[in-house]
């Protein structure tokens, strides 16, 4: 009985084993390295396993837990799927195996090694909808705001149409939707609400991105759909809000393009003037022009004491906190510069500007314009970050620069020698790896061995065009025109380093 028992344990063994093995996709990753969150409000198909349920959108593949009633991580690109576009899918009765037919064609998912092959066949006899054997939805109670006033359509707040694309049916009586622009949704069996799951980015195009506790916010542009909002995903419960401005008449712009916090507040530079909300996204404030500022368009911010500052595409700005008013810095050299970036650092502020690295000085109230050997400080200055150890990163249109706190130079990076000609958008220092996001991928910097890597779709980006990062512990976010990628830098199973 005991020699029974002990070789069962050691074939389980064996095949926890080879399946931690086969883990490690072809790319030299394990699964959870790359995860990428992306628009999957569009589903265009259900699958449901013993365990989870698929919905298969435009933009990957959302995984629900059924038993535990909570989102997985969703299946894209990033972790291996061969094509994010879902026309179709499937799963078998054990959940073992997943098959999904795409623009590019079929392929097939084995759970237990978490890898995708091509298939030949698609087994399309096995697609679920039972849209038709359900019938009309106009016997379910809609979410609040929302009504059923077609048999499969459901109509928002804005009489905005919304179809149900496909419905499923499952053995325990669920009833799990796929709709068109509102995402997944559920009535459980033997109620009439409908549910309405949100999970994921609002629209994928994401340009920053901020942390604040455990809620993320990320600032979206326009898509082809012309649709925008700003995302509010907290993760402690998994959670996701989205806020349009459009619909909103207190939120001034969504078009966000520096987000930041103060106590309670959360304040966002925007095309339109400056928003303060409450971390759950209730608007507060807008200060818009002309009354606060003289000009729509805010790009950056920086918080120091009980000033905001607020850099626009013709100067310097500061919110006073306590008195709740917006004053212009003045100053010859800023009064049309662009500053795309600002960082307090030891009892300055640093910004970068179209005119170069400036710095302003609280004890004469002055801005002054730095330089160094070749002047690689005095043209276009796209970011400026804060070195771990001492001194300040600068990222130029044509170079990288660390200075100390003496303001020497201490390293110096040649855009195109280094960064194959493609201009920073954003830096993430860290004291063993510098990270820069340009519109061809993301670069990285060995501090201690002194080398580059760089780092595309094939690796596991969502997508090449990366805007922003932001280094959360061992993970680095980044966001790109095509969705937000949580990188696993520093998984301690990987014996190399990818």
């Given at each position: 009985?005991?020699?029974?028992?002990?070789?069962?344990?050691?074939?389980?063994?064996?095949?926890?084993?080879?399946?931690?093995?086969?883990?490690?996709?072809?790319?030299?990753?394990?699964?959870?390295?790359?995860?990428?969150?992306?628009?999957?409000?569009?589903?265009?198909?259900?699958?449901?396993?013993?365990?989870?349920?698929?919905?298969?959108?435009?933009?990957?593949?959302?995984?629900?837990?059924?038993?535990?009633?909570?989102?997985?991580?969703?299946?894209?690109?990033?972790?291996?799927?061969?094509?994010?576009?879902?026309?179709?899918?499937?799963?078998?009765?054990?959940?073992?195996?997943?098959?999904?037919?795409?623009?590019?064609?079929?392929?097939?998912?084995?759970?237990?090694?978490?890898?995708?092959?091509?298939?030949?066949?698609?087994?399309?006899?096995?697609?679920?909808?039972?849209?038709?054997?359900?019938?009309?939805?106009?016997?379910?109670?809609?979410?609040?705001?929302?009504?059923?006033?077609?048999?499969?359509?459901?109509?928002?707040?804005?009489?905005?149409?919304?179809?149900?694309?496909?419905?499923?049916?499952?053995?325990?009586?669920?009833?799990?939707?796929?709709?068109?622009?509102?995402?997944?949704?559920?009535?459980?069996?033997?109620?009439?609400?409908?549910?309405?799951?949100?999970?994921?980015?609002?629209?994928?195009?994401?340009?920053?991105?901020?942390?604040?506790?455990?809620?993320?916010?990320?600032?979206?542009?326009?898509?082809?759909?012309?649709?925008?909002?700003?995302?509010?995903?907290?993760?402690?419960?998994?959670?996701?809000?989205?806020?349009?401005?459009?619909?909103?008449?207190?939120?001034?712009?969504?078009?966000?393009?520096?987000?930041?916090?103060?106590?309670?507040?959360?304040?966002?530079?925007?095309?339109?003037?400056?928003?303060?909300?409450?971390?759950?996204?209730?608007?507060?404030?807008?200060?818009?022009?002309?009354?606060?500022?003289?000009?729509?368009?805010?790009?950056?911010?920086?918080?120091?004491?009980?000033?905001?500052?607020?850099?626009?595409?013709?100067?310097?700005?500061?919110?006073?906190?306590?008195?709740?008013?917006?004053?212009?810095?003045?100053?010859?050299?800023?009064?049309?510069?662009?500053?795309?970036?600002?960082?307090?650092?030891?009892?300055?502020?640093?910004?970068?500007?179209?005119?170069?690295?400036?710095?302003?000085?609280?004890?004469?109230?002055?801005?002054?314009?730095?330089?160094?050997?070749?002047?690689?400080?005095?043209?276009?200055?796209i970011d400026i970050e804060a070195d771990p150890s001492e001194g300040l990163w600068f990222a130029g249109e044509h170079h990288l620069v660390w200075m100390d706190d003496?303001?020497?130079?201490?390293?110096?990076?040649?855009?195109?020698?280094?960064?194959?000609?493609?201009?920073?958008?954003?830096?993430?220092?860290?004291?063993?790896?510098?990270?820069?996001?340009?519109?061809?991928?993301?670069?990285?910097?060995?501090?201690?061995?002194?080398?580059?890597?760089?780092?595309?779709?094939?690796?596991?980006?969502?997508?090449?065009?990366?805007?922003?990062?932001?280094?959360?512990?061992?993970?680095?976010?980044?966001?790109?025109?095509?969705?937000?990628?949580?990188?696993?830098?520093?998984?301690?199973?990987?014996?190399?380093?990818?």
């Open positions: 009985m005991n020699t029974r028992y002990t070789l069962l344990g050691l074939v389980v063994l064996i095949f926890l084993l080879c399946a931690s093995a086969f883990a490690i996709d072809r790319r030299g990753y394990y699964p959870e390295d790359w995860i990428s969150y992306t628009n999957t409000r569009y589903v265009r198909s259900i699958a449901v396993g013993f365990y989870n349920v698929y919905f298969g959108t435009t933009q990957g593949i959302l995984q629900y837990d059924m038993n535990r009633e909570q989102w997985l991580d969703p299946i894209t690109s990033s972790d291996g799927l061969p094509d994010d576009e879902i026309n179709m899918i499937t799963v078998t009765d054990d959940g073992n195996r997943i098959h999904v037919n795409t623009p590019s064609g079929n392929y097939m998912y084995e759970t237990a090694f978490k890898e995708w092959y091509p298939s030949d066949l698609f087994p399309i006899s096995e697609v679920r909808n039972d849209l038709n054997q359900i019938g009309t939805f106009e016997t379910y109670i809609a979410p609040f705001g929302f009504h059923i006033q077609q048999p499969h359509v459901i109509t928002g707040p804005e009489l905005r149409e919304y179809p149900i694309s496909t419905a499923v049916k499952s053995s325990q009586g669920d009833i799990w939707l796929g709709t068109w622009g509102l995402g997944p949704g559920l009535i459980e069996s033997y109620g009439v609400e409908i549910d309405l799951l949100k999970f994921g980015l609002y629209t994928s195009d994401c340009r920053t991105m901020y942390l604040n506790d455990d809620r993320f916010y990320f600032g979206g542009r326009t898509n082809f759909r012309g649709e925008n909002a700003l995302t509010i995903w907290n993760r402690a419960d998994n959670s996701w809000k989205y806020i349009e401005a459009r619909y909103d008449n207190s939120f001034i712009s969504d078009q966000v393009n520096a987000i930041t916090s103060v106590d309670d507040n959360i304040f966002m530079a925007t095309d339109f003037g400056l928003v303060s909300m409450s971390p759950d996204g209730t608007v507060r404030k807008s200060y818009g022009s002309p009354g606060y500022f003289q000009t729509d368009l805010l790009l950056s911010l920086e918080h120091h004491g009980k000033y905001l500052f607020t850099g626009s595409d013709k100067g310097m700005y500061y919110l006073d906190l306590e008195g709740d008013s917006v004053e212009y810095m003045g100053g010859q050299l800023m009064a049309n510069a662009a500053v795309l970036d600002i960082e307090y650092y030891k009892n300055d502020l640093w910004l970068g500007t179209d005119v170069g690295a400036v710095r302003y000085d609280f004890k004469t109230s002055r801005f002054y314009r730095y330089g160094s050997t070749g002047g690689v400080l005095l043209g276009f200055m003496s303001f020497n130079e201490r390293e110096r990076f040649s855009i195109d020698a280094d960064l194959d000609g493609f201009s920073p958008n954003k830096l993430a220092v860290g004291e063993r790896f510098l990270w820069v996001a340009t519109d061809y991928g993301m670069y990285r910097y060995d501090r201690l061995k002194h080398y580059w890597k760089h780092y595309l779709e094939d690796d596991g980006i969502i997508d090449n065009r990366v805007y922003d990062l932001l280094l959360d512990g061992d993970y680095l976010w980044i966001a790109t025109a095509g969705g937000v990628t949580r990188f696993y830098w520093n998984n301690p199973m990987r014996s190399k380093d990818y």
